[in-house]
């Protein structure tokens, strides 16, 4: 059975739990800003991603207050000084960010309710998060509203201008090592997301090659009742089907199909492929 949501005939209730926790795992910006007057804002934002490489563009987007349609002091704040720090998160600073995210007035620096420590700028007014890891410098290039009810979001399009790494997170090509960063992630209701080891596993992408596609299986495989989506996409990524080197066997298609599963999980494509072949 599926269920089906008819949000165009009015069904928007319970909108918030389904597409937050439909749409993970999320990244999370720490958003640091600043209005007119001086006082320092730093929030959390789930609605967040990037964009664009050149430009360098983030994106994030604080939805007005369901309970009685009031914008985020963050809103406010890229409008009247257009920009910002964004940080990133990481499992040692998750339960200060999530505290950060209380609904504390205009004039509190979330900075000293969190307990996180101010650096001053290089670009902006408003400081980053020496806590975090990876921050952002940025200037606000456009802010684009998506309506004006409650639960409208805002996309603050956020022009990267200065990247601070701390080496630590770096391996020894000086490419971020996504363990040692161990990003935590949004997703529905209160869980999180962490980034360790067993969670992680790598798909080798055909990069110098276009793999030959399930339209192209021969039809015995495409159609096996042992190989998953999953397994079958691993063999259609070769370039063509290869050409048989291995001796005859007399094994049942079910054999044949079973060896060539467990082998294409021991990541022994090649062999898969003589095996079924
Ligand atoms: C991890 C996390 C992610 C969040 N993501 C969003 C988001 O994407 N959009 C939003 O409007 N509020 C989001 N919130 C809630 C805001 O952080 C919260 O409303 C905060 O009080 C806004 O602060 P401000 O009014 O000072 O800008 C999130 C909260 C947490 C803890």
């Given at each position: 059975m599926i269920k089906t949501?008819?949000?165009?005939s009015g069904e928007t209730a319970g909108l918030y739990q389904y597409l937050s926790s439909a749409i993970t795992p999320r990244p999370i910006a720490f958003v640091s800003t600043i209005d007119k007057s001086g006082n320092k804002n730093l929030s959390p934002f789930s609605f967040f991603n990037v964009f664009s490489v050149n430009p360098p563009i983030l994106v994030f987007s604080p939805v007005r207050r369901m309970r009685n349609n009031t914008s985020k002091h963050t809103l406010d704040n890229v409008l009247q000084l257009k920009e910002c720090v964004i940080s990133l998160v990481t499992e040692d600073i998750a339960q200060q960010v999530s505290l950060s995210s209380c609904d504390f007035d205009s004039e509190t620096n979330e900075f000293e309710k969190a307990g996180f420590t101010e650096i001053k700028s290089d670009l902006v007014s408003?400081?980053?998060?020496?806590e975090s890891p990876i921050n952002f410098e940025c200037k606000i290039n456009e802010v684009i509203p998506l309506g004006e009810e409650g639960g409208a979001g805002s996309l603050v399009l956020c022009e990267v201008l200065?990247?601070?790494?701390?080496?630590?997170?770096?391996?020894?090509?000086n490419a971020?090592?996504?363990?040692?960063?161990?990003?935590v992630s949004r997703l529905g209701s209160n869980w999180y997301g962490r980034t360790t080891k067993d969670s992680l596993y790598e798909i080798a992408k055909p990069i110098s090659?276009?793999?030959?596609?399930?339209?192209?299986?021969?039809?015995?495989?495409r159609n096996s009742k042992i190989l998953t989506?999953?397994?079958?996409?691993?063999?259609?990524?070769?370039?063509?089907?290869?050409?048989k080197i291995s001796p005859e066997n007399n094994l049942s298609s079910f054999e044949k199909h079973t060896i060539?599963?467990?082998l294409l999980l021991d990541g022994k494509y090649e062999e898969a492929?003589?095996?079924l072949l």
């Open positions: 949501i008819d949000v165009k408003p400081p980053r998060v020496k200065k990247i601070h790494i701390d080496e630590t997170v770096l391996d020894k090509n971020i090592d996504p363990l040692k960063l161990n990003i090659r276009i793999g030959m596609g399930f339209d192209n299986l021969p039809e015995k495989i989506g999953n397994e079958l996409a691993i063999l259609a990524s070769a370039e063509s089907i290869p050409q060539a599963k467990q492929w003589q095996i």
